[in-house]
C-alpha cells in the first residue's frame, strides 16, 4: 500500500516568470519503514505540459498532442506504479528512487485506456466505461 503526494517547483525568473516547472509524484510505502519513497518526476519541456496555472487542473501533466494524466486520480497514480514496476522498480528498496515521468506516461495513459477510465480532457476511449474505484 502506498500514499502518495504531488508537488510543484520552479524556479522564479528575474521578471516574475517560472521556469524549470517540475511536478513530483511521490509514492510513500506504507506502513513506513517498509522502503524507500518513489517519485516519478515530470518536468517541463517542449510538447509537455505541467500544472503551472489556469487553464490547467493542479494535477494535470501530459504531451500537447499524446498522452496526459490527473496525477490526483488514484487510477493514474496506480498505472504509474504498474508501469515504474514494468520497467524494473522494485517496492522494497531502502532508498528512495527518482524517475523520470515521462517514459511511463504512454504505458500509464494506455493501461487507463484499456480500463475506460475517464482523461483528464474528459474523454474516454471509444466503448469504454467510467471506472469507479472502491469506496468512491
Do not use: K
Request: charged share 25%; with cysteine; aromatic share 4%.
Amino acid at each position: 500500500m502506498y500514499l502518495w503526494s504531488i508537488r510543484h517547483s520552479h524556479r522564479v525568473l528575474d521578471d516574475g516568470r517560472s521556469a524549470d516547472c517540475r511536478q513530483t509524484l511521490t509514492l510513500h510505502p506504507q506502513p513506513p519503514g517498509t522502503g524507500g519513497s518513489l517519485r516519478v518526476v515530470f518536468a517541463d519541456g517542449p510538447g509537455r505540459y505541467v500544472p503551472g496555472g489556469a487553464p490547467m487542473g493542479s494535477g494535470d501533466v501530459g504531451q500537447v498532442r499524446g498522452a496526459s494524466l490527473n496525477l490526483h486520480r488514484p487510477g493514474a497514480v496506480r498505472a504509474l506504479l504498474d508501469a515504474a514496476l514494468a520497467i524494473g522498480w522494485r517496492p522494497g528498496e531502502r532508498r528512495a528512487v527518482e524517475l523520470d515521468g515521462w517514459p511511463l506516461l504512454d504505458a500509464a495513459d494506455a493501461a487507463r485506456a484499456g480500463r475506460g477510465e475517464p482523461r483528464p480532457d474528459g474523454g474516454r476511449p471509444e466503448g469504454g466505461r467510467r471506472h469507479v474505484p472502491d469506496g468512491a
